[in-house]
């Protein structure tokens, strides 16, 4: 078997040579870490190379979205660890405590048709009512909210592992949001889909595992906005989280 021959000393690279190559190493990394990376993963661009590449926006929606779901993440921690029972009671004064409620107006006659852009987003939902036999099994439900800019809201459903919801949401002409589809429950958490500057969207939603399951929407323009949403299948609750 034949072994290399050991080179010389003369083959080997000088110091100099050596300082050389890993100086524009080291130069060639940092100008990657600056003008790619901190702008995809962070939206730092202060060369400006990210927002010629497209890559700027990229790490400011990564940035945002990670925000948002950190923030979900922990008011849904602190709602579970909030004590089940009693905490209505907790928070009226002690005047206030069994004291019956007065009733409850009745609902406003049904709004007018939407505007035939909204109308051709929610038309899909009324295709999934079948049969009046399922149509006693599922239920449908609406809402609307108003965003003041920069505050966020979330809307869920309760779901049984399997069950599936049909939704459509629609923000008012001109105005956008940031969006986070998710679930939480059992110790789980489950992220379906997110989107940035979004004005609508529809689909369903097929529950992952039981629990609660739905939207968290924030109002990144500069004016309030109005987002209609409505749902249609089995689950068994719908309410407004925040």
Do not use: C
Request: proline share 7%; net charge negative; charged share 20%.
């Amino acid at each position: 078997m034949y072994n290399t021959d050991m080179p010389t000393r003369a083959e080997l690279p000088s110091t100099r040579k050596l300082v050389r190559s890993t100086a524009i190493a080291a130069v060639s990394a940092t100008a990657i870490l600056v003008a790619v990376v901190l702008p995809a993963e962070y939206g730092i661009d202060p060369t400006g190379v990210g927002s010629a590449l497209n890559l700027t926006e990229m790490g400011e929606i990564k940035t945002q979205l990670a925000a948002e779901a950190e923030a979900d993440a922990a008011r849904d921690a602190a709602a579970r660890a909030a004590p089940a029972t009693g905490a209505n009671a907790a928070t009226l004064p002690p005047a206030a405590v069994g004291v019956v409620p007065p009733p409850v107006a009745p609902l406003a006659p049904p709004a007018p048709p939407a505007p035939e852009r909204q109308s051709s987003l929610f038309g899909a939902i009324g295709g999934l009512f079948v049969s009046s036999a399922v149509a006693q099994e599922m239920r449908q439900d609406e809402m609307t909210i108003t965003l003041a800019p920069g505050e966020g809201a979330e809307i869920k459903l309760t779901m049984q592992e399997g069950e599936i919801a049909s939704f459509a949401w629609v923000v008012s002409e001109g105005g956008a949001v940031n969006y986070d589809t998710h679930g939480d429950g059992g110790g789980q958490n489950i992220s379906y889909e997110k989107g940035r500057s979004v004005s609508s969207d529809e689909g369903t939603i097929q529950a992952a595992f039981t629990g609660n399951h739905g939207w968290f929407w924030r109002n990144r323009g500069d004016a309030p906005v109005s987002l209609t949403l409505r749902t249609s299948g089995t689950y068994t609750a719908f309410d407004r989280k925040v």
